[in-house]
C-alpha cells in the first residue's frame, strides 16, 4: 500500500464527512477508499476514526494525526505544482472573493500587476464581507480578513491588519478625549456589523455593550460608510486601518486610547485542499506574498504605538 495514497484516502474522508463523498472526490470505489484507511490504521497500530452507519468522527489520535498529514499533502502538492509549473504559464478563469472595503482600496493595482506577468489569466472577483463557501460557490481563493478558526480549509497569511479606535479632532472638541476605557460609556460608538475582534483586553466589551444602546449607535455592515461618518464628527469608530489610513494621515481623525489598540488580525488567502493546487492558484498566492510589504504600505506613516 502506498502511504502517501492511504494518507489522502483518510483526509479526504475527514474533510468530505464520509467514505461515499471521498470516494467522488478521489475517483475511487468507496471500498477501495475504506481499505486505504484500515490499511493505515494497521500501519499505525492506532484507531484514526470512529466509524458508525450514519457518520465517522475523529478519534483523538485521528485529529492528531489530520493535522499533521494535511500538511504533508499541502507540501508534497505544493513541490509538485511547482515543479509542474516550471514549463508552463499558468492560463484559465481564476475566481476571487474578496471582502468589499479591502478589494475596492487595495485589490486593483494587485489584479493588474498580477495579470502584467501572467496575461493568460482571467480573473473574476466578486465582492463580499460574507463568508462564502468557496467549494459550495465554485471560487479558487477568498480573500479574509480576521482570526481565522480551524478548518479542513488551508489559510495562507499575507499581511497583519492592524485596528485603531479613532474619532475626528471636531468630535473629540465637543466631546472630549477619552483618557481611560470607562470614558466610552460617555461617547457614541458607529459599529460595524461583522466585526470579530478578539483584542485579548477591555475595549471591544465596551464598544460591544456600546452598540446595544440604540440611542448611541450608528450601525453599517460597510466599514467605509462608517469611516467618512466619523470624519464628520459621527462618533468613534473601530476599524482597519486599511480604510481609515488616508483619513488619520490627513489629521481627519485622530486615534484614541492607543495603549489599549486591539492586537493585530490578518488577511487571509483562504482556498480547498481537495485536489493539486492548480499552476494558476499558486502563482496567485505566491504573487500575493509580500506584496503590500511590511507592514504593509498603509501603515508606513501611521504612528507605531506598540
Known amino acids: ?62 485529529s492528531h ?15 509538485e505544482s511547482k515543479l509542474g509549473g516550471l514549463q508552463q504559464l499558468p492560463k484559465g ?22 495579470q502584467a506577468c501572467y496575461p493568460s489569466v482571467t480573473v473574476d472577483l466578486q465582492l463580499s464581507d460574507r463568508k462564502v463557501d468557496i467549494v459550495e460557490e465554485g471560487f479558487d481563493i477568498a480573500l479574509r480578513i480576521g482570526q481565522l478558526k480551524s478548518s479542513s480549509l488551508i489559510a495562507k497569511k499575507i499581511a497583519p491588519i492592524r485596528v485603531v479606535l479613532c474619532a475626528s479632532p471636531d468630535y473629540l472638541k465637543i466631546h472630549g478625549t477619552p483618557e481611560r476605557l470607562e470614558d466610552l460609556e460617555m461617547h457614541r460608538y458607529l459599529h460595524y456589523s461583522y466585526m470579530n475582534v478578539d ?24 466599514g467605509d460608510v462608517l469611516v467618512e461618518a466619523a470624519i464628520e464628527g459621527a462618533g468613534l469608530v473601530l476599524q482597519p486601518t486599511f480604510i481609515a489610513s488616508h483619513a488619520l494621515n490627513a489629521g481627519k481623525l485622530v486615534i484614541v486610547l492607543p495603549e489599549h489598540e486591539p492586537n493585530s488580525i490578518g488577511l487571509y488567502a483562504v482556498y480547498a485542499h481537495r485536489k493539486l493546487l492548480t499552476h494558476k492558484v499558486r502563482c496567485f498566492i505566491d504573487f500575493m506574498e509580500g506584496y503590500y510589504g511590511t507592514p504593509p504600505y498603509w501603515d508606513k506613516y501611521i504612528t507605531t504605538t506598540h
Do not use: C
Request: charged share 20%; no cysteine; glycine share 4%.
Open 1 to 62: 500500500m502506498d502511504r502517501i495514497d492511504a494518507m489522502r484516502a483518510f483526509v479526504a474522508v475527514v474533510i468530505d464527512g464520509s467514505f461515499s463523498n471521498a470516494a467522488n472526490t478521489l475517483n475511487l470505489s468507496p471500498q477501495l477508499v475504506s481499505k486505504y484507511v484500515s490499511k493505515l490504521e494497521e500501519q499505525l497500530n492506532i484507531r484514526l476514526l470512529n466509524r458508525t452507519t450514519r457518520k465517522v468522527s475523529l478519534t483523538e489520535a485521528g
Open 65 to 79: 494525526y489530520f493535522g499533521h498529514a494535511q500538511q504533508i499533502l499541502l507540501s508534497i502538492d505544493d513541490m
Open 93 to 114: 478563469v481564476l475566481r476571487i472573493s474578496a471582502p468589499v472595503s479591502f478589494a475596492l482600496k487595495h485589490m486593483a493595482k494587485l489584479i493588474t500587476d498580477f
Open 199 to 222: 483584542t485579548k483586553g477591555q475595549i471591544f466589551k465596551y464598544l460591544k455593550a456600546k452598540q446595544l444602546k440604540e440611542s448611541s449607535v450608528f450601525r453599517s455592515n460597510n
